[in-house]
């Protein structure tokens, strides 16, 4: 095993490696709690922007879906676990079914 040779290919170096630190993490909670309400502003005005974007929007409103769901599905389970007998009722009204002649 120790005379193996590995190909590197131009993947290898193509990685990009993070260069975010957790020295990085914590001035940027410094920063916040010094800054709030000047770091909101500068949040909500960035969402402002963001949300003008159809792009972004689409792919925010499919990945709130998607969690939304999880959360859901999570939240039967954590139900079914505490109480098993628990019945879920089906949500709105219930769908008309065509006439059939």
């Not at 410094?30 to 972004?56: H, I, M, P, T, V």
């Not at 709130?64 to 859901?72: D, F, I, W």
């Amino acid at each position: 095993m120790e005379n193996q040779v590995v190909a590197l290919t131009p993947e290898h170096f193509n990685e990009k490696k993070s260069k975010y630190t957790d020295a990085h993490r914590i001035a940027q909670q410094k920063y916040r709690e010094k800054n709030r309400d000047a770091y909101n502003k500068s949040q909500r005005e960035l969402y402002d922007k963001l949300k003008q974007d159809g792009e972004w929007k689409q792919k925010f409103n499919e990945r709130s879906a998607k969690n939304n769901l999880l959360y859901r599905e999570n939240k039967k389970v954590k139900a079914l676990e505490a109480n098993p007998n628990i019945v879920f009722k089906g949500r709105g009204r219930p769908r008309k079914l065509p006439a059939i002649i």
